[in-house]
């Protein structure tokens, strides 16, 4: 189980991902130290072996990601924690896959990042023509990764409802089933400092008390300036 400290900076990606700032990985930490964070922890998009999806490093940039991170690990290791994750989707297809990357030396982490999700065909959400119930499969997918255990936090679990307009008891109870998982396997959900700022993809109707014990405040930083940006917020 992740355990969650006061003065963290979680969830932040690297100019590996193709859309983040040109910012490098020690800046970040800098940065973090300067501000008075206690633990940084990089959850940059996870490479999928051949390289089927865009937004993200490259599968050849892993190895390079991971021994970077671990240098930085040792050289700051008496002014700021470093915790080296990976965010990713959860795609049934890749079971084998996560579970190599959870016994990848040097990588402590993966979050569950449902950007879209696999169909019972093994297609792939992003060709849906109907993209209104989007949410349904998202859900789905996020209780099933919970269940593999592969995943200690998920990240913006309620922006899986960016496409929907009200809120609806259907979505309630989408959005119960996955706070109910999380709670059963001891996997923490992410109120994401990044989709507070988009219309629709923060739903404070999913954030009910019961989910006070299981959050953790993830900031999303794509950039430095975005970093110490929500740091400031949050304080
Ligand atoms: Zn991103
Ligand atoms: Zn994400």
Known sequence: ???????????????????????RDYEYVEKAIDLGAGRIVFTDHCPFPG?????RMDMAQLEEYISTLSQLKA????????VAGLETEYLPSYNNYYSELKKTEGLDLL??????????DGSLSFGD??????????????VDGIKTGYFDVVAHPDRSFRRCKT??????RAGLEIIREAQKNNVLLERNFSSMKHKKHYWKQFWSEETLEISIYGYDAHSVEEMEAFWKKKK
């Open 1 to 23: 189980m992740y355990q969650s400290i006061k003065n963290e900076i979680f969830h932040v990606h690297t100019w590996r991902c193709k859309h983040a700032a040109d910012d």
């Open 51 to 55: 390289d089927p999806f865009r937004s």
């Open 75 to 82: 050289k700051y290791a008496s002014r700021i924690e470093l």
């Open 111 to 120: 979050i569950l990042g449902q950007h879209m999700f696999e169909h019972d």
């Open 129 to 142: 023509e109907d993209k209104s119930v989007e949410y349904v499969g998202l859900c789905r997918a996020i």
């Open 167 to 172: 809120w609806t008891a259907d979505m309630e």
